[in-house]
């Protein structure tokens, strides 16, 4: 899962990314509200926390903006103001959750995974097919005609940036991105490890390397 967080206060926003990054999903952090915007409007993010008082443009007008495009991204406010105006009006924006600073971080933790969930009930199948290959992706478990192929969380987020898009060449800064998030500094070609990885216990035809473009999940 890949969560998006707008909030200018970088302290903050860090120990947040950093919370959530130890949960296992991966987080971009941005502190301004028109690039929050940009961010949310092109990434596909599964989740944005957006903060209300923003330079640029404010939550409210970042959280309008985004449904008047007909972006689904379930979002979770957070403002240092409280009453219940001040809800209501993050609400009739478009916002899916609502929490006043300051906050239990306990809280906020249980409010990601309860908007994620119910993302998940409503929208696509978690599961994917490709061949004899199946993918549960709300499980976390991978099936290999009829064998279960255990994966750890790392391996299976890589195959879930290509499962996910069958057919079409995922590249490596995509999957870095996307897995590794915004605060990985390492060396890049830990995709190639982990794709290999990938190979040696899926079977080494399913996933073909495009030169200099990136990697392709293909049904054998």
Request: glycine letters at 10%.
């Amino acid at each position: 899962m890949r969560l998006l967080i707008v909030e200018d206060e970088k302290r903050l926003a860090l120990s947040l990314a950093k919370g959530l990054t130890a949960e296992g999903y991966a987080v971009d952090v941005v502190h301004d509200g028109l690039e929050g915007l940009h961010r949310a409007g092109e990434g596909s993010y599964d989740l944005v926390v957006l903060d209300i008082m923003l330079p640029g443009m404010n939550g409210y007008r970042v959280c309008g903006a985004l449904r008047a495009a007909g972006h689904d991204v379930p979002i979770l406010m957070l403002t240092a103001k409280d009453g219940e105006y001040d809800e209501a009006e993050g609400l009739d924006t478009g916002a899916d959750d609502y929490l006043t600073k300051p906050f239990s971080y306990v809280v906020l933790v249980a409010r990601v995974k309860a908007l994620l969930r119910r993302r998940g009930t409503s929208g696509a199948s978690p599961v994917h097919v490709l061949g004899d290959l199946r993918v549960d992706t709300a499980a976390r478990r991978v099936f290999r005609a009829d064998e279960e192929i255990a994966l750890t969380a790392k391996e299976f987020a890589v195959l879930e940036q290509l499962v996910v898009r069958p057919g079409e060449v995922v590249s490596k800064g995509e999957i870095l991105e996307h897995v590794w998030d915004f605060a990985y500094e390492g060396d890049p070609n830990i995709v190639e490890v982990y794709v290999s990885t990938l190979r040696r216990k899926l079977g080494a035809a399913l996933i073909r390397t495009v030169r200099g473009a990136g990697y392709r999940l293909e049904a054998r």
